[in-house]
T-cell receptor, first 109, second 111 residues
């Protein structure tokens, strides 16, 4: 099956700085790569996703890039705010779905 | 309000005592899934269902059962729980857009 690795496991940034979280996957057949944000005590919530026929997607302060050749994709958050503090998960594939191990992002005011 | 509900939210039980965690969605989604979340391991898929009466194993199905008799419900059954099934469990559903909607989670402790 698919293997998704996510780095770093924790990330601390100053408010206003950028944050980057990286994931790699193993199955070249995977064609859907979502990112989920999990706030304390809640279930994960989709924040952005990208399909394999697209190299980059942006939604306001967040963007995702995909390199199919290298089998890696990244989440970029610009102008971070304290409310961005959460655990972020990358994932790959549609059925079944494989998640990375998560990155705890702490944005310091 | 579109949502996925799970019950109970918290459960403490003893080894071997059968339990069921219910999951229900009101979005008419065909796809439903169960995950467990453990520190450092992320979310791991237990079982998923593409539609009524169709279920498939995920990454970690051992010790779990599911059923999908109705479109809206997808209960998770632990016939003989063991301490290594202590975890945070999430149910999710998905429509045509691939976006998964997660429930609020069930924290299970097996002593």
């Amino acid at each position: 099956g698919e293997n998704v690795e996510q780095h770093p496991s924790t990330l601390s940034v100053q408010e206003g700085d950028s944050a980057v979280i990286k994931c790699t996957y193993s199955d070249s057949a995977s064609n859907y790569f979502p990112w989920y944000k999990q706030e304390l005590g809640k279930g994960p919530q989709l924040i952005i996703d990208i399909r394999s026929n697209v190299g980059e997607k942006k939604d306001q302060r967040i963007a995702v890039t995909l390199n199919k050749t290298a089998k890696h994709f990244s989440l970029h958050i610009t102008e971070t705010q304290p409310e961005d503090s959460a655990v972020y998960f990358c994932a790959a594939s549609i059925v079944p779905v494989y998640f990375g191990s998560g990155t705890k992002l702490n944005v310091k005011p | 309000e579109a949502q996925v509900t799970q019950n109970p939210r918290y459960l403490i039980t003893v080894t071997g005592k059968k339990l069921t965690v219910t999951c229900s969605q009101n979005m008419n989604h065909e796809y439903m899934s169960w995950y467990r979340q453990d520190p450092g391991l992320g979310l791991r898929q237990i079982y998923y269902s593409m539609n009524v009466e169709v279920t498939d194993k995920g990454d970690v199905p051992e010790g779990y059962k599911v059923s999908r008799k109705e479109k809206r419900n997808f209960p998770l059954i632990l016939e003989s729980p063991s301490p290594n099934q202590t975890s945070l469990y999430f149910c999710a559903s998905r429509g045509d857009t691939y976006e998964q909607y997660f429930g609020p989670g069930t924290r299970l402790t097996v002593t």
